[in-house]
């Protein structure tokens, strides 16, 4: 098969593709979620494995920190490997009082103070959004398992430590910052793709509340459930 800059695959990549930030947290999932995983790609100790969830193939793979990474590992999954859907699993810092720590955020669409579009030279802006079919069948997977969740806009913003605020997105609606899904959603759009980005609430920009080591790790496991029922219904 053939290698791209980053990507050398040691094996088939499922249709479908979860994708958590942490190269680690690839690996836990892939471990703890799915059956007969297998390592496909570990180019920069970004691992990607295959496996089967409830006997239907998916891979999981990190999509490392920022637009730019997601941006280079979304472009090469979708046009060399045959991926048809990713779907972002991470974390994001609420800003809104009713979205709180351990609820779970579906990116409808992704504001985003990223440059990242200027490469397409549309003579105006284009909203990142997300595959509706994703969407729905998230929103309804989520509606099964009984998860609190708020679908809405993400903002993915190019900086953490940043000299401005993130709030000022809240005024316009956005639910809560992360960091990748306008890369994912902008790469998925331009190559005809399907993305999605499910972030749980980790932290709160308003009231500073953050989870604990084990609150995070429940959340975390309702949230790859979700996306893991998502995939296999595709
Ligand atoms: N900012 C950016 N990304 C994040 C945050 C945040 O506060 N929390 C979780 N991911």
Do not use: W
Not at 155 to 181: I, P, Q, R
């Amino acid at each position: 098969m053939k290698t791209t800059p980053h990507i050398n695959p040691q094996g088939e990549f499922a249709k479908t593709v979860l994708m958590p930030g942490d190269p680690l947290r690839a690996k836990f999932i892939a471990e703890n979620f799915l059956e007969n995983p297998v390592l496909v790609n570990n180019v920069r100790g970004v691992q990607g494995y295959t496996g089967t969830y409830k006997g239907v193939p998916v891979s999981v793979m990190a999509s490392g920190m920022g637009i730019p990474s997601i941006g280079i590992y979304s472009y090469e999954l979708y046009s060399f490997y045959g991926v048809e859907n990713i779907i972002r699993v991470g974390s994001c810092g609420s800003m809104q009082e009713n979205v709180k720590v351990r609820d779970i955020v579906l990116g409808m669409g992704a504001f985003t103070n990223s440059n990242f579009a200027s490469q397409y030279k549309i003579n105006g802006t284009i909203a990142p959004i997300a595959s509706y079919k994703l969407l729905s069948k998230s929103v309804e997977k989520a509606e099964v398992l009984n998860l609190n969740y708020h679908v809405g806009a993400l903002l993915s913003s190019d900086t953490f430590y940043s000299d401005s605020s993130s709030l000022d997105f809240a005024k316009l609606g956005a639910l809560a910052v992360e960091m990748e899904a306008a890369g994912l959603y902008l790469t998925a759009q331009r190559l005809n793709k399907n993305a999605l980005a499910i972030c749980t609430v980790s932290d709160h920009l308003i009231t500073g509340e953050e989870t604990t080591a084990e609150e995070r790790q429940k959340t975390f496991t309702d949230m790859i459930t979700l996306a893991l029922e998502v995939a296999i219904s595709l």
